[in-house]
């Protein structure tokens, strides 16, 4: 049973790439008006960035707060000199004015404030300056406002405090928050002006934020900042951050990617280009649902006048000659849109996805509930996009091969065997069976077990015009745990030596596999009996993904019979795409960074004979004299849990487990060289650390998510503590989960010591279970 | 102003203290039986503990297990035996049968059993035991059930996984879970049965809890087990932990102290008794407002035959020589009902609470938004009730006697000294200024200015009907702050001398004190003019506390146009009573241990006219050319923030802020010898640390508390780090927290590291904001 609930089908066409690329000047030299937008966009651009005020402004202000110290030293007391006020700006003050094309200006507001500083002096002028700036830009209509961070350091809460107040001066304004992706901002933000920031007072420095002198330089600081704040501009350094921040960074809500020319290395004819590295950021990014912005950051100015040639300009390859010339006068020769032309020519070459991303368009962390397999009867169309798989069934075909080469040398030559497909949909594992029966020559007989009477039809369609089926297979129209068996020639009811099935979730388990396949074990033979898949297992691994978490906090329970907060207690099947991984191993020569994935449980098929029977006396609460008994517990066999402990090396956030599923469909217990040296184990995965060397390119399941009401905040060098149960009644199968986070410090009297600093609630989707 | 809104009345009868007390054995020697019930009650018992089950049950259950294990030995593969089943109970395996009277019984699980076992057979076996026993129970209709806690060094997470899934069983049935308040419990539960945790297999072990051997013993590693669960009993062990651990258990709602009996000593004459610390704990815990039940355990077992003569047996004081042979035969000689009767001792010799607790009865630890009262007007009720404060108007007095004494020796004999009184109610503070008067012999001129209509009726009467105040008062009805001023005898407006009010709220400001003194300052000589109070400031300390965190988690909004949400986002006045401290400074031989309360901020009366003058500019907004001015803002010099830092030396769990105030009503600037000796500081407090020496036994107001919409772990040894607002706009002020929590840790690469573990939201009350 495939996992996800599609109407689109697979497509082979690849829309192309969105990309929309501004143009920023940290100093612009001229008012950006509606004439410099068309000239900007007649060169190619799609938006430009302005600074909302002028430097006449930045000095009124400077000259305010310099009177107000001269004042303050003048005073006799403290408490007696009032506050400073800026007084509302005047035509001086900015160059903007309401203009319909303001809609593709990004507004900056003066990097020289410090709304975040610790000296009430020094925030109380930059919060006015702020306030009025963004209430202005909004007044313009512009609707994106671009902020500088808070200054490395600094007290981040009161950054972020100062931001939230600004969200209410305009309700349709988007701030983005100007971060560098480690350390400090390449672009000196203000090479002449004077930062308020140095005139904050001596007096409020023990505010200053410790810790960050001391040991390595701290990477993950910037993103730490960020993680109080929430709203984003990313920009991007000419020496990119190790991958695992890079995938942090990819997580968060990235709207605009920040280049700065200091990003740009020069090829060998002198024209400005990207790394490899940073094409492949660029590329990642590029391929979330909505994809970022980019901003090319003082690559040149807009020329005055139109240029019609500038389009063919990439083109013209210079000579040797002309290179080194250009080296030398770089700005004039490379021309002025060369690096917009450079990241056109990306977006036109982006290589195309993988088959899953593909397939899954438009799907990106969109979260839906897994199926009820038991009880809701699938659609023909759901059945069409499965069957698509390149991988999972050619797998399938393998297995049965190899089991049914294992089974004709076990039972000799005397019969067909008998080879039952449990769950046989609109019939791709029956016509799998017959091609293996055609390719290795083991003849067999074949039943397909259908309790779908829609799909029922179908399968009897199939058997009568299908060439290969040909009449020959015995369509059943059954729940497969009601089936009595197949029925031989003389009428009487028999065993099978194959029962093949695929009932498999996203989590292995959790669309009742191992229930299902229990209640129709009594129709394979005890003995020799094979059933495909013959073991499966769920594994998990914690995972930061702000996207899900904001998406279920603001969306309606997805049920009209779940309340609120049952939103957060069960796992939903979705194409992970915008997360990271908190728990990682890291890259050796021989292997890449790869997520720890590791297994919470697994189940095997056919079950003790011994086990079966015991759940049955127990079904209903049975208590007869003399056998074992109870009250509800038939399916408390089926019941796992697990304690599994994940290392975290970079601090992060957990919004909740990705789960995935391994499966033997079957190993061969003869030795490889049995079997002209390929496989004897087939397997499927999508595991994403063993998915392309067991089945790559397999589409048909999207990973499961357990959601965590309360993300928990993971600290540098912590473990996860993950326990999770799959539990049972006779009823019902449903998950729990609870998560721990613990540290190790140096306690001040004993040795080393394991604190826990972290712990969520208990989960469980009880009231959501599967049905059985 | 005072803070609280209560209609009850200054009581000074207090209600006689209330204690159950029950009797419990670890192995009882008979069931427990109506007619058992009945002899234990004539002995003066209120409550029976029970076993559920019967040691054949124990036998039963122990064969199951041991013959699985036989089958597991003897199994060819792994995966074939089933689990054990436990079958229903038989009239052998509990002697419990519905009855009227099990309402007065306590049933306790089978403390042999082990659900929170890493072991699946161990917790299999454990958990059908616990739910058929806990089911049972309630069927016969007992409500309250003792568990014993999970074994030390145990995963916390499953025990309690499994006490959740026990609350399903019975709606009705109270669960609680004996814990020890350190380490492990006293008394041996079961000293001759079998463990089943005894009998886990060592392939599980590596799930045991690991960092409690080491180093030195982990006192609070049983309370952090409690905070994984969630519902209590506690064993009061002979040696009690620490005060601060003690007070943590406090904070918590235990519903059962469990005295074992090595937890008595023997006094002088051999009779069992608690030692003083012990009976500190217990007067503590019954001054709740739901005082715990206490079980007498292993006491001395009920005799069969009634013995009238009980109950004065600790009136008889033995002879010397009794007393030696008592010694010796203990169990015979001290009757099985000593213990019960020295508790009963115990419960009629209470301490009578401290005036504010007795004040404040029946309003512990429950929460009331602030008054509006620039909003609202009081009733007289309310007025009465504070003016029954013991302190407060006896140190208003002093403080104006100070003030009057001072401006004599400043202003000469010429004139009148001319004292406001704004804000008058129902006059207490006026009476005050004539007493002062009287005893300095300064003469004065009376105003008194209230906005109340009511109030102003009474103030008129007293005026004609006082013989103090004999119609020399000035009555005004009036705002204070719309109010002009002293009218001379010539008809002119004059200024006041002394300016007093009584305006503050729980955390000073939070009634709008700053707002409205600044609203009355034009009356007041500029050059001379005193304020009583002079200062105010606010103070706060983290606190853990469940009993608050679940009120508010359970409660609807408190006012129907609040949403849910803003519930967590307003401050309310409370009497803190059942909490803990998480920031404390330890205990010096001088000083008692006291929490670690800091100081947000602070507001002095009269403030400098030019800040005046420029507030008034920027009302609404004006800008008018010249002056300085800007939008919003003309209270902008009232708001202030801090950020505080608070060692937490012990592990917890912060649900709130706890705010206090303190205040200078008066100091000279004369020295202390020219008042005959006596203080020249006149200070009010509510702040724990120094409420004692400043303001002893004043009991108008009540804490206040700032909660946190979820509770943030704390770590031992860790930071809190508080950063809080005072937020101003024209109309509304209000307050900002947020609370961040650090760790220091040895990072691998570099020193010593601060590292953030946890951080809660940004709370604002500023849509539910005191109006100006």
């Known amino acids: 049973m495939a996992s996800v609930n599609v109407g689109s089908v697979f497509s082979a066409e690849e829309p192309p790439t969105v990309l929309y690329?501004?143009?920023?000047?940290?100093?612009?030299?001229?008012?950006?008006?509606?004439?410099?937008?068309?000239?900007?966009?007649?060169?190619?651009?799609?938006?430009?960035?302005?600074?909302?005020?002028?430097?006449?402004?930045?000095?009124?202000?400077?000259?305010?707060?310099?009177?107000?110290?001269?004042?303050?030293?003048?005073?006799?007391?403290?408490?007696?000199?009032?506050?400073?006020?800026?007084?509302?700006?005047?035509?001086?003050?900015?160059?903007?004015?309401?203009?319909?094309?303001?809609s593709s200006l990004i507004a900056v507001t003066s990097p020289w404030t410090d709304i975040g500083s610790p000296d009430p002096l020094i925030a109380h002028v930059s919060q006015q300056v702020f306030s009025l700036e963004v209430a202005y830009a909004a007044f313009c209509?512009?609707?994106?406002?671009?902020?500088?961070?808070?200054?490395?350091?600094?007290?981040?809460?009161?950054?972020?405090?100062?931001?939230?107040?600004?969200?209410?001066?305009?309700?349709y304004v988007q701030l983005h928050i100007l971060m560098p992706m480690t350390g400090e901002l390449e672009q000196d933000v203000s090479a002449d002006g004077t930062h308020l920031a140095e005139l904050a007072r001596p007096e409020f420095a023990e505010l200053i934020e410790e810790g960050e002198d001391e040991g390595e330089p701290d990477l993950y600081a910037s993103w730490e900042m960020w993680n109080t704040i929430r709203t984003i501009s990313l920009e991007v350094p000419r020496g990119l951050p190790p991958l695992s921040l890079q995938s942090r960074w990819y997580s968060e809500p990235v709207r605009l990617l920040m280049f700065p020319r200091t990003t740009f290395l020069r090829n060998g004819k002198g024209f400005p280009v990207l790394s490899k590295q940073h094409q492949q950021f660029l590329t990642h990014l590029l391929r979330l649902?909505?994809?970022?912005?980019?901003?090319?950051?003082?690559?040149?100015?807009?020329?005055?006048?139109?240029?019609?040639?500038?389009?063919s300009e990439p083109a013209t390859e210079p000579t040797p000659a002309e290179a080194a010339t250009a080296r030398s006068r770089q700005e004039s020769v490379q021309g002025p849109t060369q690096h917009l032309h450079y990241m056109r020519h990306l977006q036109q070459s982006q290589p195309s996805r993988p088959p899953i991303e593909r397939f899954g368009l438009g799907y990106q962390d969109y979260m839906q509930s897994p199926l009820q397999p038991l009880t809701d009867n699938l659609e023909s169309i759901t059945y069409e996009v499965f069957e698509k798989d390149p991988a999972k069934y050619e797998w399938y075909e393998r297995a049965v091969a190899l089991a049914l080469t294992d089974l004709r040398a076990t039972l000799g030559q005397g019969r067909d065997i008998i080879v039952a497909v449990a769950g046989a949909g609109r019939g791709p594992l029956v016509t799998r069976v017959l091609q293996a029966s055609r390719k290795t020559g083991v003849s067999v007989k074949c039943f397909a077990v259908e309790k779908n009477p829609n799909a029922h039809v179908l399968l009897q369609r199939h058997n009568a015009a299908d060439p290969l089926w040909a009449g020959q297979v015995t369509v059943v129209k059954s729940d497969m745990r009601t089936w009595p068996g197949p029925l031989k020639p003389s009428g009487e009811i028999g065993k099978a030596d194959i029962l093949v099935s695929e009932l498999l979730g996203s989590f292995a388990d959790n669309e009742l596999s191992p229930e299902c396949l229990d209640g129709v074990q009594h129709v394979l033979y005890p003995d020799h009996g094979v059933n495909i898949p013959q073991s499966y297992s769920a594994h998990l691994t914690p995972i930061a993904t702000p996207r899900l978490h904001s998406d279920l906090l603001t969306r309606a329970s997805s049920d009209i019979s779940m309340t609120v907060s049952e939103k957060w207690e069960i796992p939903y099947v979705v194409m992970l795409h915008q997360f990271d991984n908190l728990s990682t191993i890291p890259a050796t020569p021989e292997k890449p960074r790869t997520p720890d994935v590791q297994q919470a449980w697994s189940f095997s098929h056919p079950i003790s004979p011994d086990i079966l029977t015991h759940a049955r006396h127990r079904a209903g609460g049975t208590a007869e004299p003399g056998t074992p008994n109870g009250g509800d517990g038939t399916n408390d066999h089926n019941a796992r849990s697990c304690t599994l402990r994940f290392a975290c090396p970079d601090r992060g956030t957990c919004h909740g487990l990705a789960g995935y599923f391994e499966t033997v469909l079957y190993s061969s217990p003869q030795p490889s060289n049995g079997n002209n040296g390929s496989p004897q184990t087939i397997e499927l995965s999508t595991n994403p650390v063993t998915m392309d060397d067991k089945s790559k390119d397999m589409i048909s399941w999207f990973p499961i998510f357990f959601p965590l009401k309360t993300p928990i905040y993971v600290p540098d060098g912590s473990e996860m503590e993950v326990t999770m149960w799959r539990q049972t009644d006779d009823r019902k199968v449903w998950y729990e989960w609870v998560v721990e986070v613990y540290v190790r410090v140096d306690s001040e009297v004993g040795g080393n010591k394991r604190m826990r600093v972290g712990m969520s609630e208990l989960h469980s989707s009880r009231r959501n279970g599967c049905l059985m």
Chains 1, 2 share one sequence.
């Open 21 to 102: 690329v501004g143009q920023h000047e940290t100093e612009r030299s001229e008012p950006v008006t509606a004439d410099l937008l068309r000239r900007a966009q007649d060169r190619g651009y799609d938006i430009l960035t302005t600074p909302i005020t002028t430097p006449t402004f930045q000095s009124r202000v400077l000259a305010t707060l310099e009177s107000h110290v001269q004042q303050l030293n003048a005073s006799p007391a403290p408490g007696t000199v009032p506050l400073p006020i800026i007084s509302p700006f005047t035509p001086k003050d900015s160059d903007l004015i309401p203009e319909d094309s303001n």
């Open 141 to 171: 209509g512009i609707s994106n406002v671009l902020v500088h961070g808070p200054i490395s350091g600094q007290r981040t809460v009161r950054f972020a405090r100062a931001v939230l107040e600004a969200l209410g001066l305009g309700p």
């Open 289 to 311: 649902r909505f994809p970022p912005w980019a901003l090319l950051s003082d690559v040149g100015r807009i020329p005055a006048e139109k240029t019609t040639a500038s389009t």
